[in-house]
C-alpha cells in the first residue's frame, strides 16, 4: 500500500532498497538463508568469515604450525575453504602451513575438467597441490569400474577409495590434518542418511567437526555449520573460481533424495538443517549396543573393523570380475558366507516362516 507524507503519495518501498541490517549505512544485497537477515555484501563476507572463525577456534581446529592439507576438488566448497581459510590464515596468524591435496577418480568429461580449476587455484592462491588417482592407487578408473559394476552401486566404490586416497595423499604430503568442504547441508543429509540406514556406528560420530582421530590423520570440517546456499552466494559475490558441473555418474545416488528432502525443509524452515545437525549431536548410543572394533587391514593396513578392509574387499571383487562382491554389508571375502550359505539361509527362513498351526508347506 502506497504511504503518504504531508499529503502526497509515495510508492512503496522496494525490497532491493532496504538498508543493511548489520551497518545500517548501505543497501541490503541479499538475504541470508541462514538468518533471513537483510544484509550488504560487505557485511555478508564479514560474517560469513566470522563465523567460520569462531568455529575454528571454539572447536580448536588447529595449533600453530600445523601442515594442513585442504581436499579440493575445484567444486564450489572446497574452492570457498581454500580462499576462506587462506585469506583467515593471514588474517588471524594460524601459523599454518596449507596444501591442496586432489584425487583423480578418472572420470572423464568431469574430474579431469575440475581438476584444471584446481590447478588455477593453486596459482592463484599460491598454495602446493598434491594429485593421487585411483589408477596409481588401485589399477581402476571409475570408468573402468562403471563399466564393470554399471551406475546403480558404483558411488560405493568411489567413496571408499576416496577416502582412503586422501588418507595416503595426506601421508605423502606429510599433514598433521585434513580439512574437508563438508557443509551443514551435507552433515544433515548424512545424519539422516545413517537414521535411515540404520547405522550406528557412524551416525555416533558423523556430527563431529574433528573425525577419524583414531586413525592415520585426523579430518576437520570448518564448515559445520556454513549452509550451502551462503557458499554458493559467496563465491558469486567473490567471483571465485570454480567448478559447478556435477559427477556424471551420481544422478540416481541415494544421498540425492536425502539432499531434495532437507532442501524442502529449508524452503518451509530455514533452522531445520541446524537443528538436524543438532538433534545428530545429541544422540546417545545404548551401552548395550556393540560396536564395531577398530583394527587394521590384513592386507594394506589400512584402519578397519575386519580383517580386509571395504577398499580391498571392493577391489578384489574387482580384481577376481566379481565387482558386487563386496556390495552392501556383506563380509565378501573378510570373513563372510559364501553365495550358496546365504542361499540356503535364505531358502530355511522362507520355510520356517510358512510353518504354522496348519502344517508346514514346502516351496
Not at 37 to 64: A, G, M, S, W
Not at 165 to 174: N, Q, V
Not at 300 to 312: D, F, H, W
Request: a positive charge; one cysteine or more; glycine letters at 8%.
Amino acid at each position: 500500500m502506497d504511504s503518504a507524507i504531508d499529503g502526497v503519495r509515495q510508492p512503496p518501498a522496494r525490497a532491493g532498497s532496504r538498508l543493511c541490517t548489520h551497518c545500517g549505512e548501505r543497501k541490503a544485497a541479499l538475504k541470508r538463508p541462514k538468518t533471513l537477515e537483510q544484509i550488504c555484501r560487505e557485511c555478508f563476507y564479514i560474517v560469513f568469515e566470522d563465523e567460520i572463525h569462531r568455529t575454528i577456534v571454539d572447536n580448536n581446529l588447529f595449533k600453530p604450525g600445523d601442515r594442513v592439507a585442504i581436499g579440493a576438488s575445484g567444486g564450489k566448497d572446497s574452492t570457498v575453504l581454500a580462499y576462506v581459510l587462506s585469506e583467515l590464515n593471514r588474517r588471524h596468524k594460524y601459523c599454518l602451513d596449507l596444501f591442496l591435496l586432489s584425487v583423480d577418480e578418472g572420470i572423464t568429461g568431469y574430474r579431469d575438467d575440475s581438476l584444471e580449476t584446481v590447478k588455477r587455484n593453486e596459482i592463484q592462491y599460491g598454495l602446493p597441490l598434491k594429485i593421487v588417482s585411483y589408477k596409481d592407487l588401485y589399477g581402476w578408473t571409475m570408468d573402468d569400474i562403471v563399466k564393470a559394476i554399471g551406475l546403480k552401486n558404483n558411488c560405493t566404490f568411489c567413496g571408499v577409495f576416496r577416502r582412503q586416497a586422501l588418507d595416503r595423499g595426506a601421508a605423502l604430503l606429510s599433514v598433521d590434518k585434513i580439512v574437508t568442504g563438508h557443509n551443514a547441508d551435507d552433515i544433515a543429509e548424512t545424519v539422516l542418511l545413517n537414521i535411515l540406514r540404520g547405522d550406528i556406528a557412524r551416525l555416533s560420530r558423523c556430527t563431529f567437526i574433528i573425525t577419524g582421530e583414531d586413525g592415520p590423520i585426523p579430518r576437520c570440517k570448518p564448515f559445520k555449520y556454513t549452509y550451502e546456499k551462503e557458499i554458493v552466494m559467496y563465491a558469486y559475490f567473490k567471483k571465485l573460481d570454480y567448478f559447478s558441473t556435477e559427477c556424471i555418474y551420481s544422478p540416481n545416488a541415494y544421498r540425492g533424495f536425502a539432499r531434495e528432502f532437507i532442501k524442502d525443509l529449508e524452503r518451509m524452515r530455514p533452522r531445520a538443517i541446524l537443528d538436524i545437525i543438532k538433534s545428530g549431536e545429541n544422540f546417545r548410543i545404548s551401552t548395550t549396543t556393540r560396536m564395531p572394533e577398530q583394527g587394521t587391514c590384513e592386507r594394506c593396513g589400512y584402519i578397519s573393523s575386519q580383517k580386509l578392509c571395504k577398499a580391498c574387499v571392493l577391489l578384489d571383487g574387482l580384481n577376481r570380475g566379481l565387482p558386487k562382491l563386496g556390495i552392501g554389508r556383506t563380509k565378501g571375502v573378510a570373513g563372510g558366507d559364501s553365495d550358496s550359505e546365504r542361499q540356503a539361509k535364505r531358502s530355511q527362513r522362507s520355510r520356517s516362516s510358512l510353518q504354522g498351526k496348519h502344517g508346514n508347506v514346502d516351496l
